[in-house]
């Protein structure tokens, strides 16, 4: 297990000291790092301590807690192509933040924000949850999961549409795509709390995950309870997606590359792969936000449009890959 | 923040005025006279026409121009007719002249063209000195000349009374939604400049519609940041005017300065933002009157 969880560290690590290198202001190394932890009260220190650092720990919080989701709802379906933003889980959290965001909810009560994407993640889950069925077949899972996205995009195209706002109908692309640019310390302490519950209840699900690759029947006799395991699941998925997709918007297919790439490097056991791919998914948004910033740092390039390139492919890649099995 | 104040007209809106036009073909109307029933279709050339039109010669304003936020002259809009930049709404108030911007759409003005009423595009100001062209353009096209002459005088010499009182320049930036900035060749550089302030984005290598990175922002240190005030409903957009590091900005040095309607059109109010932030200078500066 260390074999692969110490090089992942040391991965993640790296990146976050990058992520917190690099940016347009351009300064020296030791220069920076002297601000961020003297702090000198200077522009710089402003820079590192307002600007870079929420940017740093939203990426490894909403990248690890992606990855983390995922491998839990591969693991209870049995089915590789589960994922939280494929699925339309992200896409309805986003239609609860925007919803709290535009019905002045946000506003009049703090937590009113990650409270409704909260609710919005929980309602896509369950409603895909109760389409797709419990055995999660490959079909039903993905055309759940479409009928939900494409309804929960919709429904936040249209708020956004109906916002008083002019410059509310252009963030479309936020939510549906995702963005770490300019966060703030106050989205990381609105996101916090709700992803610590959900990743407190997503990691605990190991055992229970590792039983249910011997089947369903094979699982209740060792004394795994299904339905409360499918209830922890799905609260959990919901607190981590919706917390994250409140401050940052939907980020798709980190769910899914990161334990397709690991699960054969843990011995493809659940509870294993749970932690490798929080670890993991905290390194492929750290280094999404970091190309974000170096490959056009003047487009506010979205985050979701770099793991979509490289998870959609890769979609692909599991769609051939199961069908070839099938037959 | 310029709105385009023109709906699409439908083609119900186009068969219409095509059949009004045949019916009225050939009615075209001479500019020797004043104008005695003038629509303005654009923010802008609304509040130049108050401003200059005689008694009873402006008829209908864009329905903009009753709104606070984006109209200094939003009282004074209620007294006329409001229109939402559709060519069959205008054209059924008869006017013998249409004033209209440069961003009104182009199908409505060309409509109106064809049918036979003359229309007048103004530009959008870019600068200080576009004001007083425009204020004089406006004076010759309603045949309101020597009002325009008395108001392009109590401009300039408010202005350079303004321009005169600066003795040191702090540094600002104009920070909008989006992170944008603007330069000297906008009428808001060119406002920010008149008040006595170093334009702290344009020294850093920023320029007028660039994207002007928080961290640079931040590492130019400037003595105050100018942001818009944001519009009702919620946006990412505007949030970023509002995040910690701009925040710190704007509450330790300056209280809140933030552009509003009287930065938006090229019209004498120019002068009343410049005052603005005059007083936000000599708080910085510390000098007395």
Same mark, same amino acid.
């Given at each position: 297990?260390?074999?692969?969880?110490?090089?992942?560290?040391?991965?993640?690590?790296?990146?976050?000291?990058?992520?917190?290198?690099?940016?347009?202001?351009?300064?020296?190394?030791?220069?920076?790092?002297?601000?961020?932890?003297?702090? =000198?009260?200077?522009?710089?220190?402003?820079?590192?301590?307002?600007?870079?650092?929420?940017?740093?720990?939203?990426?490894?919080?909403?990248?690890?807690?992606l990855g983390l989701a995922g491998a839990a709802m591969q693991g209870y379906l049995r089915n590789p192509l589960a994922e939280p933003g494929l699925i339309g889980v992200s896409g309805s959290a986003a239609l609860g933040a925007v919803l709290a965001l535009q019905t002045g909810l946000a506003g009049v009560f703090?937590?009113?924000?990650?409270?409704?994407?909260?609710?919005?993640?929980?309602?896509?889950?369950?409603?895909?949850?109760?389409?797709?069925?419990?055995?999660?077949?490959?079909?039903?899972?993905?055309?759940?999961?479409?009928?939900?996205?494409?309804?929960?995009?919709?429904?936040?195209?249209?708020?956004?549409?109906?916002?008083?706002?002019?410059?509310?109908?252009?963030?479309?692309?936020?939510?549906?795509?995702?963005?770490?640019? =300019?966060?703030?310390?106050?989205?990381?302490?609105?996101?916090?709390?709700?992803?610590?519950?959900?990743?407190?209840?997503?990691?605990?699900?190991?055992?229970?995950?590792?039983?249910?690759?011997?089947?369903?029947?094979?699982?209740?006799?060792?004394?795994?309870?299904?339905?409360?395991?499918?209830?922890?699941?799905?609260?959990?998925?919901?607190?981590?997606?919706?917390?994250?997709?409140?401050?940052?918007?939907?980020?798709?297919?980190?769910?899914?590359?990161?334990?397709?790439?690991?699960?054969?490097?843990?011995?493809?056991?659940?509870?294993?792969?749970?932690?490798?791919?929080?670890?993991?998914?905290?390194?492929?948004?750290?280094?999404? =936000?970091?190309?974000?910033?170096?490959?056009?740092?003047?487009? =506010?390039?979205?985050?979701?449009?770099?793991?979509?390139?490289?998870?959609?492919?890769?979609?692909?890649?599991?769609?051939?890959?199961?069908?070839?099995?099938?037959? | 923040?310029?709105?385009?104040?023109? *709906?699409?007209?439908?083609?119900?809106?186009?068969?219409?005025?095509?059949?009004?036009?045949?019916?009225?073909?050939?009615?075209?109307?001479?500019?020797?006279?004043?104008?005695?029933?003038?629509?303005?279709?654009?923010?802008?050339?609304?509040?130049?026409?108050?401003?200059?039109?005689?008694?009873?010669?402006?008829?209908?304003?864009?329905?903009?121009?009753?709104?606070?936020?984006?109209?200094?002259?939003? #009282?004074?809009?209620?007294?006329?007719?409001?229109?939402?930049?559709?060519?069959? #709404?205008?054209?059924?108030?008869?006017?013998?002249?249409? *004033?209209?911007?440069?961003?009104?759409?182009?199908?409505?003005?060309?409509?109106?063209?064809?049918?036979?009423?003359?229309?007048?595009?103004?530009p959008a100001a870019s600068s200080l000195d576009d004001v007083r062209e425009r204020i004089t353009r406006m004076g010759a096209v309603l045949h309101r000349k020597d009002a325009a002459q008395d108001l392009v005088a109590s401009y300039d010499r408010r202005l350079a009374a303004l321009r005169a009182e600066v003795? #040191?320049?702090?540094?600002?930036?104009?920070?909008?939604?989006?992170?944008?900035?603007?330069?000297?060749?906008?009428?808001?550089?060119?406002?920010?400049?008149?008040?006595?302030?170093?334009?702290?984005?344009?020294?850093?290598?920023?320029?007028?519609?660039?994207?002007?990175?928080?961290?640079?922002?931040?590492?130019?240190?400037?003595?105050?940041? *100018?942001?818009?005030?944001?519009?009702?409903?919620?946006?990412?957009?505007?949030?970023?005017?509002?995040?910690?590091?701009?925040?710190?900005?704007? #509450?330790?040095?300056?209280?809140?300065?933030?552009?509003?309607?009287d930065w938006v059109c090229g019209t004498p109010y120019v002068l009343r933002a410049i005052e603005g932030l005059g007083a936000a200078r000599r708080e910085i500066t510390g000098s007395v009157e």
């Amino acid at each position: 297990m260390s074999r692969v969880m110490i090089p992942l560290g040391l991965l993640v690590a790296a990146l976050m000291l990058a992520s917190l290198l690099i940016g347009p202001a351009g300064v020296g190394v030791g220069e920076s790092l002297s601000a961020l932890v003297a702090g =000198d009260g200077g522009p710089l220190t402003l820079v590192m301590r307002e600007i870079r650092l929420p940017r740093m720990i939203l990426a490894v919080m909403i990248g690890g807690s992606l990855g983390l989701a995922g491998a839990a709802m591969q693991g209870y379906l049995r089915n590789p192509l589960a994922e939280p933003g494929l699925i339309g889980v992200s896409g309805s959290a986003a239609l609860g933040a925007v919803l709290a965001l535009q019905t002045g909810l946000a506003g009049v009560f703090e937590l009113g924000l990650p409270l409704m994407a909260l609710a919005g993640a929980l309602g896509g889950v369950t409603l895909v949850m109760l389409l797709a069925g419990p055995r999660g077949g490959s079909l039903t899972l993905i055309l759940a999961g479409i009928a939900v996205s494409a309804l929960a995009g919709a429904l936040t195209s249209l708020v956004l549409n109906l916002s008083p706002n002019p410059f509310a109908a252009n963030e479309i692309v936020f939510w549906m795509m995702g963005s770490l640019a =300019d966060r703030s310390m106050t989205h990381v302490w609105l996101a916090l709390p709700f992803m610590a519950v959900g990743v407190a209840i997503l990691t605990s699900l190991g055992r229970g995950l590792d039983a249910l690759t011997l089947g369903e029947d094979a699982a209740e006799a060792m004394g795994v309870r299904l339905k409360r395991l499918r209830l922890q699941l799905v609260f959990g998925t919901a607190c981590v997606v919706g917390a994250g997709t409140a401050v940052a918007g939907a980020i798709g297919f980190v769910g899914l590359v990161v334990p397709h790439i690991l699960r054969p490097l843990v011995g493809a056991r659940p509870s294993r792969l749970l932690w490798a791919s929080a670890l993991g998914g905290a390194a492929m948004v750290l280094a999404a =936000d970091i190309a974000v910033r170096v490959v056009l740092p003047s487009r =506010d390039l979205k985050l979701g449009v770099l793991t979509a390139l490289v998870g959609a492919p890769l979609f692909l890649h599991l769609i051939l890959k199961l069908r070839k099995e099938r037959i | 923040m310029r709105r385009s104040e023109v *709906i699409c007209a439908g083609w119900i809106t186009r068969l219409g005025a095509l059949a009004l036009a045949v019916l009225t073909a050939g009615r075209a109307v001479a500019q020797q006279e004043a104008p005695a029933r003038v629509v303005s279709m654009n923010l802008c050339t609304d509040q130049l026409a108050m401003m200059l039109a005689g008694e009873g010669q402006l008829h209908s304003v864009s329905y903009i121009a009753r709104d606070r936020r984006a109209s200094a002259m939003a #009282e004074e809009a209620e007294a006329y007719v409001t229109n939402h930049g559709l060519a069959e #709404e205008i054209y059924l108030m008869q006017p013998d002249l249409v *004033i209209a911007g440069e961003f009104s759409t182009q199908a409505t003005t060309a409509m109106l063209k064809r049918l036979g009423i003359p229309v007048v595009v103004f530009p959008a100001a870019s600068s200080l000195d576009d004001v007083r062209e425009r204020i004089t353009r406006m004076g010759a096209v309603l045949h309101r000349k020597d009002a325009a002459q008395d108001l392009v005088a109590s401009y300039d010499r408010r202005l350079a009374a303004l321009r005169a009182e600066v003795t #040191e320049r702090p540094s600002a930036v104009l920070y909008y939604a989006n992170g944008y900035t603007s330069g000297e060749n906008t009428l808001a550089g060119q406002i920010l400049t008149a008040a006595g302030f170093g334009n702290a984005a344009v020294e850093a290598g920023y320029g007028s519609g660039m994207k002007l990175p928080l961290e640079v922002l931040a590492m130019t240190d400037p003595d105050a940041v *100018i942001t818009a005030r944001p519009y009702p409903g919620a946006s990412r957009s505007e949030e970023v005017m509002d995040h910690p590091a701009v925040r710190a900005f704007r #509450e330790a040095r300056v209280g809140a300065t933030m552009t509003d309607h009287d930065w938006v059109c090229g019209t004498p109010y120019v002068l009343r933002a410049i005052e603005g932030l005059g007083a936000a200078r000599r708080e910085i500066t510390g000098s007395v009157e």
